[in-house]
C-alpha cells in the first residue's frame, strides 16, 4: 500500500508535466532540422561506442 501511496502521485505529477510539455511544444515555433541534427549526433556517438567500444 505505501509503493502506491509513492508512485501514483510520480506517475501523476509526471503525466502532468508531460501534457504540459507537449502543448508548449505544439504552440512553439521549433527549428526541427536543429533538433533533428541533434540527436543524430547522439545516436551516432552511441552506437560508435557500440561498435568500437570506446568512449
Known amino acids: 500500500m505505501i509503493r502506491f501511496v509513492i508512485i501514483l502521485p510520480i506517475i501523476l505529477v509526471t503525466w502532468i508535466l508531460l501534457m504540459k510539455a507537449i502543448s508548449d511544444l ?8 536543429g533538433v ?3 540527436v543524430g549526433f547522439v545516436v551516432l556517438a552511441f552506437w560508435l ?3 568500437t567500444g570506446m568512449g
Open 49 to 51: 561506442r557500440h561498435v
Open 26 to 33: 505544439r504552440k512553439s515555433n521549433i527549428d526541427w532540422t
Open 36 to 38: 533533428a541534427t541533434f
